[in-house]
Nanobody, 126 residues
Framework: QVQLAESGGGLVQAGGSLRLSCVASGSTFSSANMGWFRQAPGKEREFVAY???????YYAASVKGRFTISRGPGKNPVLLQMNSLKPEDTAVYYCAARGTSYPVTTYANSRSYDYWGQGTQVTVSS
């Protein structure tokens, strides 16, 4: 079992920055690979960023070059640095975890994650 706790959301003006943090507790094996997703009102949950145990990272095209995913010492917490924020980045951001049984190519598929946090609200004003 893995428990995930996000923090760092808030209200920021367009062009500003926020850093989200996700602390994982429980099975290290089951949280080897981590992702960030987001869901805006009336929209489906979408992939934002992924970091594998090896450190490999992948990003959605809409955030590439603006967002950076990383891991702290000991692989915990998982951070999402968000720069040059836009109003369309407004959403609830979720941290997700999965083990090593999934092909890395499924990183953007929310169904391939076993554990989810409660989410943290990010609001970007224009």
């Amino acid at each position: 079992q893995v428990q995930l706790a996000e923090s760092g959301g808030g209200l920021v003006q367009a062009g500003g920055s926020l850093r989200l943090s996700c602390v994982a507790s429980g099975s290290t094996f089951s949280s080897a690979n981590m992702g960030w997703f987001r869901q805006a009102p009336g929209k489906e949950r979408e992939f934002v960023a992924y970091i594998g145990w090896s450190g490999a990272t992948y990003y959605a095209a809409s955030v590439k070059g603006r967002f950076t995913i990383s891991r702290g010492p000991g692989k915990n917490p998982v951070l999402l640095q968000m720069n040059s924020l836009k109003p369309e980045d407004t959403a609830v951001y979720y941290c997700a975890a999965r083990g090593t049984s999934y092909p890395v190519t499924t990183y953007a598929n929310s169904r391939s994650y076993d554990y989810w946090g409660q989410g943290t609200q990010v609001t970007v004003s224009s």
